[in-house]
C-alpha cells in the first residue's frame, strides 16, 4: 500500500491565515461593495453613488479632505525633511532628549491634540486670551480648515522626520566629500544630492501623511465644526441610516473611500518604482559643528518646532493637575481629576489593556507566522496573505469598522457589540506595522542557521520556535510596541464598534472632551500619555538604539 503523504504543516498554517483574512477582511469588504450597489429588494442599483456625486455637500465634504491632507502633507515635508537634515548632518545639543520629545509628539491621539489646542487657542483659550489683553489682537479662530491643518501638521511631521533620518544614514559620506569638492555646498548640495538620495523615502512618508491626514476621524470632529471632512461623513452617513435601516449610502461612501485611497497608493508606488534604488553607507555621515549664527539657527529651529508641537502634551498635564468644581477649573492644583477618572472611567481603562493585550497577543503571533511564509515559503498563496495583510494599510478605520459591523451584525456569527469584534478590527488595522518589522528582520537571518538545525535533528516546528522565534526577537518586539502604540490611541475604528461594556481609553477622553468636563479628559490624556512614554522606553530598551526611525 502506498504510503499517504502527510500534510505540511506550513500548509495549514497558511490556509488557516488565508481563511481568517477571508473571513475577517476581505468578506466584509465584498459585503460592503455588494451592499452599496443593490437596494433592499435586492434588485442593483447606483442611486446610492448618484447621491453623493449628485449633491454639492457630499463632494465638499471629500474636496474638503482633500484640501487638508495635501495642505498638511506638504507642510509636514517642510519642517520634516529640514529638521532631519540638521539632526543628522550637525550638532544639536541634546540630540537624543530632542529626538524622544519629537516621538512622543506623533504618538499621541490626533483628537486629543486638538482637545489641547482648543484649551489654548479656542474662544476662551489660555493663549487667545492672554494675547488678546495684552496687545488687543483677536487670534484667527481655531475651528475649521485652520485648525484641522495646525493639528495634523504638528502631528505628523515626525513621522516624515523618522523616515528621512533612517534615509539619512544609508547615505554614504564619501559622497557628500566628493560633492563638496567639487564645490556643491550648503543649500545647493541639500537640494542638488540629500534630496535626490532620499527621494524613495520621502515619497514613502508621503504617502504615509498623506494616508494619515485624509483617514484621520478624531481631529475634525472635535475642531471642525463646520468644515465636514470626508471620514466625519462616513461615520455620520452610516449612523444616520441605522435608524432608518437603510445602509446603502453609508455603504457607498466607504466604496468611495476605499477606490481613492487604493488610487492614491498606487500613484505613489509607481512614483516610487521610478526614483527607487538600493545605498549602503560604508562611511556613515559624520556630524560637523555648526559654525556662528547658523548654529544658532538650527538650534532655533528645531527646538522652537519641537516646543510648539510638544506644548499641547505639557498643557494637557498641568490641566489634569488643577482643581475642579464640576466642570469647571477653580484657583489650586490636586488629585481629583485623577481620582474622578479613576471613579468614572476606571472600566475603560481596564478594557483597554484587555482589549489591546488580547489584541496584541494575536498580532504578534500571526505576524511571526505571516513573516516566515512570506520569507521561507514563498508561493502564490502566501504572496496573497502578505498582499492581503496590507490592505488595511490603505483602508480609512472607520471603513473597517463599519465593514465589520455590517459582516457580523447576524447570523450565523454575530460580534457586533462584543470584545471580539474590537479585538478583531485592532488586529486587522494594526497588524501591518509588527508584520513589516518581523519580515525585515527575518531577512537578515541566514537560512543556513534553520537547516544546521535541521540536519542535527531538531523538527521543523521545533527550529522555528526555538531558534528562528527568539533570533526574530527585536523586530518582532519593536513592531509590536508600534503596533501597541497605535491600539491604545485608536479612535476612527472604536468609535463605530464600541459599547458601553467596551469602552476603552481613547474612547471615554472623546466622551469627556464633548460634555466639557475638561478636569477627567485632562487626566485620562495624561494616563494615556504616559502609557506611550512607557511603550517608547520599551522600544528603545529592546533596540538597543538611541536613535529611532521608520
Not at 505540511?8 to 481568517?20: E, N, P, R
Not at 489641547?116 to 488687543?136: D, E, P, V
Not at 447576524?410 to 485592532?426: H, R
Request: charged share 10%; proline share 3%; aromatic share 12%.
Amino acid at each position: 500500500m502506498k504510503k499517504t503523504k502527510k500534510l505540511d504543516l506550513w500548509v495549514i498554517v497558511s490556509l488557516a491565515i488565508l481563511g481568517c483574512y477571508l473571513l475577517f477582511l476581505i468578506y466584509p469588504l465584498f459585503n460592503l461593495l455588494r451592499q452599496s450597489v443593490f437596494d433592499s429588494t435586492g434588485a442593483f442599483t447606483l442611486e446610492y453613488f448618484e447621491k453623493f456625486f449628485g449633491k454639492s455637500y457630499y463632494l465638499s465634504t471629500l474636496w474638503n479632505s482633500f484640501k487638508v491632507s495635501v495642505a498638511a502633507t506638504v507642510i509636514t515635508l517642510v519642517i520634516g525633511v529640514p529638521l532631519a537634515y540638521v539632526y543628522n548632518m550637525y550638532y544639536i545639543r541634546g540630540r537624543g532628549f530632542l529626538q524622544i520629545i519629537i516621538i512622543l509628539c506623533s504618538m499621541s491621539a490626533p483628537f486629543i491634540g486638538a482637545y489641547s489646542w482648543i484649551l489654548l487657542l479656542g474662544n476662551s483659550g489660555l493663549i487667545r486670551k492672554a494675547i488678546k489683553s495684552l496687545l488687543g489682537i483677536t487670534l484667527p479662530s481655531i475651528y475649521g480648515f485652520n485648525g484641522i491643518l495646525l493639528v495634523l501638521s504638528l502631528q505628523l511631521f515626525p513621522l516624515v522626520f523618522l523616515y528621512v533620518s533612517g534615509a539619512m544614514k544609508n547615505i554614504d559620506n564619501s559622497l557628500l566629500e566628493a560633492s563638496e569638492n567639487m564645490g556643491c555646498k550648503g543649500a545647493k548640495r541639500f537640494f542638488k544630492v540629500i534630496l535626490p538620495l532620499c527621494m524613495p523615502t520621502i515619497l514613502a512618508a508621503t504617502l504615509l501623511v498623506f494616508m494619515r491626514a485624509f483617514a484621520d476621524f478624531g481631529t475634525p470632529l472635535l475642531i471642525g465644526q463646520g468644515y465636514r471632512t470626508f471620514p466625519v461623513e462616513i461615520y455620520n452617513a452610516f449612523f444616520s441610516e441605522t435608524a432608518g435601516g437603510d445602509y446603502g449610502f453609508a455603504c457607498a461612501t466607504s466604496v468611495i473611500a476605499i477606490v481613492i485611497t487604493t488610487v492614491v497608493f498606487l500613484l505613489q508606488k509607481r512614483t516610487a518604482n521610478r526614483f527607487s534604488f538600493t545605498m549602503n553607507a560604508l562611511h556613515p555621515i559624520e556630524r560637523r559643528k555648526a559654525k556662528g549664527p547658523f548654529n544658532v539657527l538650527i538650534h532655533i529651529f528645531a527646538y522652537g518646532v519641537v516646543a510648539v508641537a510638544f506644548m499641547p502634551q505639557v498643557y494637557i498635564l498641568y490641566q489634569s493637575f488643577r482643581k475642579t468644581s464640576g466642570k469647571a477649573f477653580v484657583p489650586g492644583y490636586s488629585l481629583d481629576s485623577y481620582r474622578s477618572a479613576l471613579e468614572v472611567a476606571g472600566s475603560a481603562i481596564k478594557n483597554t489593556f484587555v482589549i489591546g493585550l488580547g489584541a496584541l497577543a494575536l498580532i504578534i503571533l500571526m505576524a511571526v507566522l505571516v513573516a516566515y511564509l512570506v520569507v521561507r515559503r514563498k508561493n502564490t498563496a502566501n504572496n496573497v496573505i502578505d498582499i492581503m495583510s496590507m490592505l488595511p494599510y490603505i483602508i480609512p478605520g472607520s471603513v473597517v469598522g463599519i465593514a465589520l459591523i455590517m459582516a457580523f451584525n447576524q447570523k450565523p456569527l454575530i460580534l457586533t457589540g462584543t470584545m471580539i469584534i474590537m479585538i478583531i478590527a485592532l488586529v486587522i488595522r494594526r497588524l501591518p506595522y509588527t508584520i513589516r518589522s518581523s519580515v525585515a528582520t527575518l531577512q537578515q537571518i541566514p537560512i543556513t542557521v534553520e537547516e544546521a538545525a535541521i540536519s542535527l535533528g531538531a523538527s521543523k516546528v521545533k527550529t522555528f520556535f526555538l531558534i528562528t522565534v527568539p533570533m526574530m526577537a527585536n523586530g518582532i518586539i519593536s513592531g509590536a510596541i508600534l503596533s501597541w502604540v497605535t491600539i491604545i490611541t485608536e479612535l476612527s475604528t472604536a468609535i463605530c464598534l464600541y459599547t458601553v461594556r467596551t469602552q476603552t481609553l481613547t474612547l471615554a477622553i472623546y466622551v469627556y472632551v464633548s460634555r466639557g468636563n475638561d478636569g477627567i479628559a485632562a487626566a485620562l490624556a495624561t494616563i494615556l500619555s504616559l502609557t506611550t512614554v512607557v511603550s517608547l522606553c520599551i522600544f528603545m530598551k529592546v533596540s538597543k538604539s538611541k536613535d529611532v526611525t521608520l
